[in-house]
Nanobody, 128 residues
Framework: QVQLVESGGGLVQAGGSLRLSCAASGGTFSGSSVGWFRQAPGKEREFVTAISRSSVTIHYADSVKGRFTISRDNAKNTVYLQMNSLKPEDTAVYYC?????????????????????WGQGTQVTVSS
């Protein structure tokens, strides 16, 4: 079982940027899809973005398209989430998630149930 650790969260003003990182230890997620999800207070966890193992396929939620960019460095066992033009409604705890096993190069998971391992989350707060 791989351990995932998110970092890079914080407090930022609307319009600002943050870069989140998700590092894997105790194993690797280089062979599978990795996703980012978020959960705001009083709301259900929602899909943000995900990337296939080879980076050929990427999906974004409509709410973040054009503002967020996901990338991965399999050699470093790390996935990144660059968040630009942040809005107050982006405020949430952000989680990265990975699948076990080996995915097709194009496969991307877009629902929570498709992921096996989760990080502890990192808080992102966007002030207006």
């Amino acid at each position: 079982q791989v351990q995932l650790v998110e970092s890079g969260g914080g407090l930022v003003q609307a319009g600002g940027s943050l870069r989140l990182s998700c590092a894997a230890s105790g194993g690797t997620f280089s062979g599978s899809s990795v996703g980012w999800f978020r959960q705001a207070p009083g709301k259900e966890r929602e899909f943000v973005t995900a990337i296939s193992r080879s980076s050929v396929t990427i999906h974004y939620a409509d709410s973040v398209k054009g503002r967020f960019t996901i990338s991965r460095d399999n050699a470093k066992n790390t996935v990144y989430l660059q968040m630009n033009s942040l809005k107050p409604e982006d405020t949430a705890v952000y989680y990265c998630a990975a699948r076990r096993g080996y995915d097709s190069s194009w496969f991307v998971g877009t629902t929570s149930s498709q992921y096996d391992d989760w990080g502890q989350g990192t808080q992102v707060t966007v002030s207006s």
